[in-house]
Nanobody
């Protein structure tokens, strides 16, 4: 699976952004998809994930109520709608895919990665 993330940028605190991830290659719908983020000097953490049918999602506590993950298997796309952005959301965001049956997990559980897109939240 090849993944291409896009949609990052500079936004003021309180604003919104939508990240997109285009997948190609193997059957997209068989994979659990996740969005991770990594701030400078910090580990890469799972932000949100979604099962292959979209029936189960996970959101990290830090983004609950603000971020929404979704997917469109007909278009091989996964999205992360981010609202009420905070300064601490600033990071490089990565989309990732795993064939494992899980909802959460860590970066070690994901097999395929996009190149990352920078999100910068300013005051």
């Amino acid at each position: 699976v090849q993944l291409q993330a896009s949609g990052g940028g500079l936004v003021q605190a309180g604003g919104s952004l939508r990240l997109s991830c285009a997948a190609s290659g193997r059957t997209f719908r068989n994979y659990v998809m996740g969005w991770f983020r990594q701030a400078p000097g910090k580990e890469r953490d799972l932000v949100a994930s979604i099962t292959w049918r979209g029936g189960t999602t996970y959101n990290a506590d830090s983004v609950k109520g603000r971020f929404t993950i979704s997917r469109d298997n007909t278009k091989n796309m996964v999205y992360l709608q981010m609202s009420s952005l905070k300064l601490e959301d600033t990071a490089v965001y990565y989309c990732a895919a795993t064939g494992r049956v899980l909802v959460r997990g860590s970066s070690d559980d994901y097999d395929y990665w996009g190149q990352g897109t920078q999100v910068t939240v300013s005051s």
